[in-house]
């Protein structure tokens, strides 16, 4: 009877085991191979000929010439692909993607949706400590971050690190200035939902400043 | 017998449409009793036989506006609604006096400086009635309708406070960062550590 229950019991648990590491294992499958994907996409895109304006022109309608007027940057829909965040120096290279829900941050780096696109403000990417920005405990000042879009090359130096309370959303302000703030969980090892954030705050630089370093 | 079986048959057979188009089970639209556009009801909702698409604005903000408007208004527009397929223009002098109430829509991601979309007037209006002048021009182009629309207005005076509210309301927390895969892989690598520690009691005490 004893060893009837004994057996029983290694049963659940082997199943148990099982499933937690095939979970984990699906995951950690499904998140490399969605990055392959999307950096061949990006890459393709970026490599791709640039439109010429007459070929644009042509394309219109007729002679309709619709006023320049300033327009706002279309929201994506989350999930959707911005671009590649690279840090050289630590190691960190993924994409980059719409929103902060769970897939996104399984899949790769969020882009916080409240905070500006690169080049205009104060960009705010997000990415899990133990994934993509488990480079970031090594991070120092003036290391540079490159961010590659659809819409050109953002180079940033590291200006600063903190360590924040989640409720510190004021990290995610926009001072009227390019910068880039990357959010973590902190600490760096920690099992479970880390009580603290690590943010780095980088200031956007032009390719010949990036290049001096 | 037979015919009280018959006679609550069809009654009911009768009747039972007449239920169902009163009771929350019918979620249809109330079908249109004319039709102003192709594809659009007078009552502005789509035509539910029409296979036309129906423009849906991508915004995402609620526009609310309370006051008094008072005076004349020449209206002009001009649109092209690529999705909806209508080209139309229409010109018009307008007198109001009186308090509206206006709640809708406003399309401010695709388009640039025109409020499309619905918009739902109550109030009273009556058709005498101006004073003052203010001008206001807008030019505007949607990428997702291709719509290029102009209205010119000219209206004697507002009072009244308005008020936009964006959906997308800025959270109160830095993103939750944490992920439950570590924790999932430490409990599985934990229940198998745990099994084959059972089975190698188990073998010792056999």
């Known amino acids: 009877m004893k060893r009837s229950r004994l057996r029983w019991l290694e049963r659940a648990l082997l199943l148990v085991g099982t499933l937690c590491l095939g979970i984990w294992a699906w995951s950690w499958l499904d998140s490399t191979y969605f990055q392959y994907r999307e950096n061949q996409i990006l890459d393709e895109a970026l490599n791709a000929p640039p439109k010429s304006t007459a070929a644009a022109e042509t394309d219109s309608l007729g002679s309709f010439k619709p006023q320049p007027v300033a327009m706002p940057p279309k929201p994506l829909e989350d999930g959707s692909l911005i671009g590649r965040i690279e840090i050289p120096r630590v190691g960190v290279s993924a994409v980059v993607l719409e929103g902060v829900d769970n897939k996104a941050l399984r899949r790769g780096v969020g882009h916080i949706p409240e905070t500006a696109r690169p080049g205009v403000g104060n960009v705010g990417l997000a990415a899990h400590r133990d994934s993509f920005f488990r480079g970031l405990k090594d991070i120092r000042k003036n290391d540079i971050i490159r961010l590659q879009t659809l819409e050109g090359t953002f180079q940033y130096r590291v200006e600063w690190t903190e360590i924040v309370k989640p409720e510190d959303t004021e990290v995610l302000a926009d001072n009227g200035t390019s910068e880039l703030t990357l959010v973590t969980c902190y600490p760096f090892y920690y099992v479970g939902s880390a009580p603290k954030r690590f943010i780095v705050r980088a200031q956007q630089v032009d390719e010949g400043e990036a290049r001096v370093e | ?206």
């Open chain 2, 1 to 206: 017998m037979k015919r009280l079986t018959l006679a609550t048959a069809v009654m009911a057979i009768v009747a039972a449409p007449a239920l169902f188009a009163q009771s929350t089970l019918n979620t249809n639209a109330p079908g249109p009793s004319q039709e102003t556009k192709p594809g659009q009801t007078n009552n502005n909702l789509q035509n539910p036989g029409s296979t036309m698409q129906q423009g849906t604005p991508n915004q995402n903000g609620t526009m609310q506006e309370h006051g008094t408007v008072e005076g004349s208004a020449n209206e002009s527009v001009t649109g092209t609604n690529d999705m909806n397929n209508q080209n139309g223009t229409s010109t018009g002098t307008t007198g109001t006096t009186g308090t509206t109430e206006t709640t809708g829509t406003m399309n401010n991601t695709d388009s640039t400086g025109t409020a499309t979309g619905t918009t739902g007037t109550t109030g009273t209006m009556s058709n005498d009635t101006t004073t003052g002048t203010t001008t206001t021009t807008t030019t505007g182009s949607s990428d997702s309708m291709n719509n290029t629309d102009t209205t010119t207005g000219t209206t004697g005076s507002y009072s009244g406070s308005s008020s936009a509210t964006d959906t997308t309301t800025t959270s109160d927390s830095l993103p939750q960062t944490a992920s439950d895969l570590p924790t999932v892989a430490i409990a599985g690598l934990l229940a198998l550590f745990a099994a084959f520690a059972i089975r190698t009691y188990a073998k010792r005490n056999a």
